[in-house]
């Protein structure tokens, strides 16, 4: 009997809820809505005579049929992704390609960046931003900067950096009279936050080690990235938990506090990306080269790697 090859929209679908363990944020970057997707999941599953995702009111799960199926899939929708962005857009010569996170990008990188473009003239770059791990490749990049797992086999990765993770808030939140203040204070205050970074989130590690109960806590939305965060704290509509390289300027500047005295060490390091394919590049070298040596200028990293 011939097997049934199904749809490229299903197929697209069941990737992206795979990558992101989420209907909605599927729907969001697919342009559907959220009934669409959950339609050609369930076509999907209907084509393929097994059920491939565990659904419930919090969370979605591959099935194990659904774990051996989504590696194939994933591939192969990257790699007409990826075909499909070499025929639209050639490659621009002399162009350098730098991917991280929205984070890294806005709060750490372009601030430098200048200073690199001035030591290069002759060089251009192109910053890209993500916001999901895992889902950088679809993007064609010469250097990557990521706190990964997952680590992917078409990419050699080196260990850039460790940093530590803190509440930061606006000076007038808290109303207390000298600071370092008691961590207990949290549990009357709003905390802000990104999507986590591997099984546990930020605040529940922080709140852990400071023993103090994050069940107890208050949350309030979770952003996308943490500029957004940051804008969030900046206009008082709560505490959020922050990166040490991406705040130690408004610290510097006054404009946000480290309310408590406690740090904790991110839970997962930094490392540069680069294609394991790819030929020798001196630009790649030059800019690989800078941002070591920027790194360990940076007061807020460790660049002696303890988290394995």
């Given at each position: 009997m011939a097997t049934r090859i199904p749809t490229l929209t299903s197929l697209r679908a069941f990737e992206a809820v795979a990558r992101f363990r989420s209907f909605r944020k599927a729907a969001d970057e697919l342009h559907v809505t959220h009934a669409a997707v959950s339609h050609q999941i369930k076509t999907l599953e209907q084509n393929v005579g097994v059920q491939l995702f565990v659904r419930s009111s919090r969370s979605v799960e591959l099935t194990p049929e659904g774990q051996q199926y989504y590696p194939s899939i994933r591939e192969h929708i990257q790699g007409i992704l990826a075909a499909t962005q070499r025929l639209?857009?050639?490659?621009?010569?002399?162009?350098?390609?730098?991917?991280?996170?929205?984070?890294?990008?806005?709060?750490?990188?372009?601030?430098?960046?200048?200073?690199?473009?001035?030591?290069?003239?002759?060089?251009?770059?192109?910053?890209?931003?993500?916001?999901?791990?895992?889902?950088?490749?679809?993007?064609?990049f010469d250097v990557g900067v990521f706190n990964a797992p997952p680590f992917d086999p078409r990419f050699d990765y080196r260990f850039l950096f460790e940093t530590d993770i803190f509440p930061v808030c606006v000076p007038n939140l808290m109303q207390v009279n000298e600071l370092p203040a008691a961590p207990a204070l949290l549990e009357s205050e709003i905390l802000l936050s990104v999507p986590n970074t591997g099984d546990k989130s930020d605040w529940f590690w922080w709140l852990h080690e400071a023993g103090l109960d994050p069940d107890r806590m208050t949350y309030g939305p979770v952003f996308d990235h943490y500029p957004l965060v940051r804008e969030a704290v900046l206009s008082g509509n709560g505490i959020g938990i922050a990166r040490a390289p991406f705040v130690d300027r408004d610290l510097a500047s006054g404009r946000l506090i480290k309310p408590f005295e406690h740090t904790v060490s991110e839970p997962l390091p930094w490392f540069v990306a680069t294609r394991?394919?790819?030929?020798?590049?001196?630009?790649?070298?030059?800019?690989?080269?800078?941002?070591?040596?920027?790194?360990?200028?940076?007061p807020t990293v460790r660049t002696t790697q303890t988290i394995t």
């Open positions: 639209q857009y050639p490659d621009e010569p002399n162009v350098l390609h730098v991917q991280s996170y929205n984070s890294f990008n806005t709060m750490w990188l372009q601030p430098r960046l200048a200073e690199f473009l001035q030591d290069n003239p002759t060089t251009r770059v192109r910053i890209i931003s993500s916001f999901e791990d895992g889902n950088y490749d679809i993007h064609r394991k394919e790819s030929k020798p590049d001196p630009g790649v070298d030059r800019f690989i080269e800078w941002l070591v040596q920027e790194i360990k200028a940076d």
